[in-house]
């Protein structure tokens, strides 16, 4: 039986390659629309590009999810289907990836004289976005090496979901708040202190703010006291970052140092999470399963 993983391009794995045996791994892009132009947010993607053309245009920018299409043609490739979304509460991916499985499950029962055997699709709200999503496909990659039903993966999926989350550190908000992704309020006292703002992802998926760090060394250490709070106790880490891999080793070297049995991998943001974290963001990715 053949495997997919497929993940909307708010993760920010692209060239990565599954262990798994008869496993395929796949991002489908999500679009950012800046001014007149339409950047898709694939491994060909110019991201500096796309955060100079934002910077540049005065008139309002936004992103739209992957087509029902797009996900439909994923879902076919394989028995077995795993899809892993940007959180419901950000973005139409799991609508529009939940009416291809209805539609991809019709088709199989047509050809098939109405038999569902042989085919299965599964799909995950991360509830988050980045670094949550990098370690679910990583840590899902390593559980189907052990050869389980998809029962036992949905079953796995969901535990794992339920114990990782992502913080973010951010000092540009003027996109997510433009978006609706952030309460006007708080981005707009955020920017005026000219302040990185710490934040994390609510159960249901939305952005709950953390609060106020002033200087980096005191967002490393708010960053750590949140993941300690939340059960890490040194499972896996991914860090994604916009242009500020300094930041992030200095965080990797401190998240090791505090749980040396730690796992932490640093990776760039694409371009969806380049656009919405904006310079120098960061996305940190936990889990504590």
Not at 6 to 31: E, G, H, I, M, Y
Not at 53 to 78: H, L, Y
Not at 210 to 224: A, C, S
Not at 255 to 277: R, T
């Amino acid at each position: 039986m053949s495997w997919a993983i497929v993940a909307d391009s708010s993760c920010n794995l692209r060239s990565w390659k599954p262990q798994a045996p008869d496993t395929t791994f796949v991002s489908v892009p999500l679009t950012i629309h800046v001014g007149g132009e339409e950047f898709i947010d694939d491994a060909n993607l110019d991201v500096a590009e796309l955060n100079r053309t934002v910077a540049q245009e005065s008139q309002a920018s936004s992103s739209s999810c992957p087509s029902v299409g797009v996900w439909a043609e994923e879902f076919r490739r394989a028995d077995n289907v795993i899809a892993i979304t940007i959180s419901a509460n950000l973005s139409g991916s799991y609508e529009a990836a939940n009416t291809a499985r209805t539609m991809v499950l019709d088709e199989f029962m047509r050809d098939h004289a109405g038999i569902m055997t042989g085919k299965n699709i599964f799909i995950l709200n991360s509830r988050a976005t980045g670094g949550k999503m990098e370690l679910i496909v990583e840590l899902l990659d390593r559980y189907l090496t052990t050869n389980p039903s998809f029962d036992d993966v949905v079953a796995y999926l969901e535990k794992l979901d339920a114990a990782s989350t992502v913080v973010f550190s951010l000092s540009s908000f003027d996109n997510l708040v433009k978006n609706g992704r952030m309460p006007r309020l708080a981005g707009s006292i955020a920017s005026k202190l000219n302040i990185r703002m710490l934040g994390t992802a609510s159960a249901e998926g939305t952005i709950k703010i953390v609060g106020p760090t002033r200087g980096e060394k005191k967002m490393y250490r708010k960053t750590i006291e949140v993941m300690a709070s939340d059960g890490y106790h040194g499972g896996l880490v991914y860090i994604d970052h916009v242009d500020n891999e300094k930041s992030a080793s200095e965080l990797k070297a401190i998240i090791e140092a505090q749980w040396p049995q730690a796992e932490v991998h640093i990776l760039p943001c694409g371009g969806l999470c380049s656009y919405y974290a904006e310079e120098s963001g960061l996305i940190i990715g936990y889990e504590w399963l």
